[in-house]
């Protein structure tokens, strides 16, 4: 998708990536979305049956993106708040990041 030069692109990953914080892995996944968007770093959006969802606890965070729709947000218990965030309805032009989760920081391999 390009609007007025941005540019959005959802692709499949073929690296493995793992999240790990505090020496914990909160997520590991051999299927990554990549998302592309101009202006941002690549974003590694991973199924929730890859994420230790029960590790996370939803934040009253959330926030607005013109091309991606409205992203709730994710807090660890006893860690960083807001870590993660996902689409629960995404814009239809990247629809496949439906529920998957981002994190900020992710390990490649």
Same mark, same amino acid.
């Given at each position: 998708?390009s %609007? @007025? +030069? ?6 499949? +990953? %073929?690296?493995? $990536?793992? $999240?790990?914080?505090? +020496?914990?892995?909160?997520a #590991?996944?051999?299927?990554p979305?990549? *998302? =592309? @968007? %101009?202006g941002?770093?690549?974003? &590694? &959006?991973?199924p929730?049956? /890859? $994420?230790?969802? /029960? ?6 965070t ?7 729709? %409205?992203a709730?947000?994710?807090?660890? #218990?006893?860690?960083? #708040? /807001?870590?993660?965030w !996902? &689409?629960?309805?995404?814009h239809?032009?990247? !629809?496949?990041?439906? /529920?998957? *989760?981002? =994190?900020? #920081? $992710?390990?490649? +391999?």
């Open positions: 998708m %609007t @007025e +030069g941005h540019r959005i692109e959802v692709k499949p +990953g %073929t690296e493995p $990536v793992r $999240v790990v914080v505090n +020496g914990q892995v909160l #590991e996944s051999r299927r979305l990549l *998302l =592309f @968007e %101009t941002c770093p690549v974003r &590694y &959006y991973l929730p049956e /890859d $994420v230790r969802t /029960d590790l996370l606890t939803p934040s009253s959330h926030t607005v993106c013109p091309f991606k729709g %409205t709730s947000y994710w807090s660890l #218990e006893q860690g960083p #708040e /807001d870590i993660a !996902a &689409y629960p309805e995404p239809a032009q990247v !629809a496949e990041i439906k /529920d998957h *989760l981002c =994190f900020y #920081e $992710v390990q490649l +391999g």
